[in-house]
């Protein structure tokens, strides 16, 4: 068997340079090139010295495990301990991850046949199984796992920081009470031209049961004024509480929305709750959220500290 150290090296100094690029983006800490460079330099030359049978005694537990402690510090220094020790769980998780994923799909591409040619009996009558992965199997397939395991990071942290904007919603009107997931949007300026009063975007679904069944399935499609207009002589209970709030959409011109005015809004958000009267309920034909995670969108004006957030039952207000 013919061996290439110096292909085996470019591959892992590229390797280990990959893995700790990653590792410096999973804990949002920059790291200039040439850190990271030596760093990946260290554990290659570490992988060569593999092949000298004099250095045979450095293939162990402690001696690999302070490798990895070396090549932490080399990349990312010493800042304190709790950032040193982030960073270093960080690189073993990535590790890991990538390692898992590599015979996760090596197994999955794998036959009967090659399953039992890996199988081994020892000779105390137990089993094992001889794990054979190609290098170029290996390099082929670690940046398609590394890709996936960031992509799937990114929508966690995405998910996470749209959930600290999430609240949960409850409308009243007329004895009915709605309650869904609403997404806080401080760019939300959406309000009554007259009397100033907050638009909160609902789904009209949400109160399908009680709208006019001809508004089902047309509140995208026709005009607001159209609507209200087919309603006169209906029997509709929350006729006088119909509002028409005109608002200008992206790339569309001037239009109106329909609105609701309810009895009362609460809004839990953030460890506080929040009441209002003073707001309007607008019916969005469509689905807010394509994963469902909210329905609602909140006008920020009704979350204003300001506003005073719902006082405890037990508390006595002079």
């Known amino acids: 068997m013919v061996v290439y150290i110096d292909l085996i090296f470019a591959a892992n100094l590229l390797i ?3 893995l700790l690029w990653l590792t410096s983006w999973l804990v949002k800490h920059k790291v200039s090139w040439w850190r990271l460079t030596l760093s990946a330099l260290t554990g290659a030359l570490y992988v060569v010295m593999m092949f000298v049978p004099e250095l045979s005694f450095l ?3 402690l001696v690999k495990f302070g490798l990895s402690v070396l090549m932490i510090w080399i990349a990312f220094g010493f800042r304190s301990l709790q950032s040193y020790l982030r960073a ?8 890991f991850a990538a390692a898992g994923g590599i015979i996760g799909v090596h197994y999955l591409l794998q036959s009967s046949g090659d399953l039992w040619k890996g199988m081994i009996f020892t000779s105390s009558g137990g089993q094992a199984y001889r794990l054979k992965i190609g290098f170029w199997f290996v390099l ?17 942290r995405h998910r996470e920081q749209l959930d600290s904007y999430i609240g949960e919603v409850t409308v009243e009107i007329d004895g009915v009470s709605v309650t869904c997931p609403g997404l806080l949007d401080t760019g939300n300026r959406l309000s ?5 009063i907050p ?7 949400l109160w399908e049961g ?5 508004w089902k399935g047309r509140l995208t499609q026709t005009g607001a004024d159209t609507l209200v207009l087919e309603t006169d002589g209906q029997s509709f209970a929350w006729q006088d509480r119909v509002r028409l709030v005109p608002y200008r959409g992206v790339n569309r011109g001037a239009s109106f929305m329909l609105a609701l005015k309810p009895d009362k809004v609460r809004i839990e958000l953030g460890g506080d709750t929040f009441c209002s009267t003073r707001v309007l309920i607008g019916l969005d034909g469509g689905t807010l959220s394509g ?3 909210y329905r609602a969108v909140i006008h920020p004006d009704l979350t204003h500290k300001e506003s005073a957030p719902e006082a405890p039952a037990d508390k006595v207000m002079g």
Not at 192 to 196: A, G, Q, V
Not at 199 to 205: H, I, R
């Open 16 to 18: 280990d340079g990959v």
């Open 59 to 61: 293939y162990t537990f």
């Open 192 to 196: 009554d031209p007259l009397t100033r």
């Open 291 to 293: 994963d469902g995670a």
């Open 199 to 205: 638009v909160m975007v609902m789904e009209a679904s």
């Open 88 to 95: 270093f769980g960080a690189f073993y998780i990535i590790n």
């Open 140 to 156: 082929a397939l670690l940046p398609l796992v590394l890709l996936l395991f960031k992509l799937i990071q990114s929508s966690r």
């Open 210 to 214: 009680h709208l006019p069944a001809s």
